[in-house]
Structures are given as structure tokens and as C-alpha cells.
């Protein structure tokens, strides 16, 4: 099993050239803005993509993206139980932007999803008011659903994993297309 290392973004920016980039986030999010050059594997699709990357990597240097890090870094491991190196962006995206580099978007591209830590928060947000709507207006024991989301939110702190956001990875328009994915893996194929 390999090691994944980490990257800076000033690092990862000389470097940009010559480095195969992932960007493991949702369709809608890779449309709102990535780093130059990267391909969108979602995180849920990285094992699908394993032969892609794995003759990717024996080209050259892989550096996984995502918004933040954690993502990229799920990706990383399940890449490294493969022994393909690769690299995490530190800070991902945010840090890339932060940094006052440029994000590209995708020509004719649409899609405008909110980002997964901002549908996490829209969907915690309004399952705990209307738990406590419910335990208001209905029965006092609908306030469990508050609870359970608070519960929630301090497990995926104190582990950095996001069972919600895997969920909502799994709706519609957070799910690649086939033809968009099959595209993407062609292209690294061609790399």
C-alpha cells in the first residue's frame, strides 16, 4: 500500500503541468469552478476509474481535488489500498481560489448544484426545524429528529466523514452522467 502525500497550492500550481488532475466532487460542483486541466471522477465512481488512474499515475503524478481536502483524501486511501500514489491538494478548491488562482468552468455547462457541505447544511438545517416544528405543533417525540441530526453532525465532526453528504452524492444531480463519465475516463485513458 502507498502513501498519499499533500500538496500546497503554490506547489501543485508550478507543478500544474505536469500533474494528472482529479477532481473527486460532484458533477455540479467540478461546474462551478475546478482547478485547469482537472478530469471529474466522483468520489463514488473512484473505484470504477481505478484502471484509468492507475495507468494515469504510471505516466506521471496524480493530484486529487475536492472542495476542502476530506474527499480528496477518501480518495487518496482507497487509491492507495490499490498501491496507486497519488497526491491531496491541501485545502483543496477553497484553498486554490484563497489563493487567488484561477477556477475554470466547463463550457455550456448549465448545471448550477450547490456545493456538498451547502446542501449538508440546507438538508440538517430543514430537517431540524421541522423536527422541531413537528414537536410543537404534533407531538413532543418529532423532536428525535432534531436530536438525531445534531447527533449527526458531531459524529461526522469527530470522524470527518458525512454519511448526509453521501446520501446526497447519490441524488440526480449530483451523479455524473454515463456519457460524461465514460467521456472523462477516455479522456484519462488518452493522457
Known sequence: MTTPTT?????????????????VRTPGEYAGGHLPGALNIPLDQIRR???????????????VVCASGARSENACRILAESNIATATLS?????????????????????????????????????????LLLGLLVHPAFQIL??????????SALTNTCGM??????LPHNRPRSA?????????RNR
Open 165 to 170: 453528504a453521501a446520501m446526497l452524492a447519490r
Open 91 to 131: 485545502g483543496g478548491t477553497g484553498a486554490w481560489a484563497a489563493e487567488g488562482h484561477d477556477l475554470h468552468r466547463p463550457q455550456g455547462d448549465t448545471r448550477a448544484t450547490w456545493g456538498m457541505e451547502r446542501q449538508v447544511r440546507f438538508t440538517a438545517g430543514t430537517v431540524v426545524l421541522l423536527g
Open 146 to 155: 432534531s436530536a438525531g441530526i445534531a447527533a449527526g453532525l458531531v459524529f
Open 180 to 188: 460524461e463519465l465514460d467521456s472523462t475516463l477516455a479522456q484519462l
Open 7 to 23: 500538496l500546497g497550492t503554490g506547489e501543485a500550481r508550478t507543478r500544474l503541468h505536469e500533474l494528472t488532475v482529479i477532481d
Open 49 to 63: 476509474a481505478l484502471p484509468d488512474i492507475r495507468h494515469a499515475a504510471d505516466r506521471g503524478d496524480v493530484l
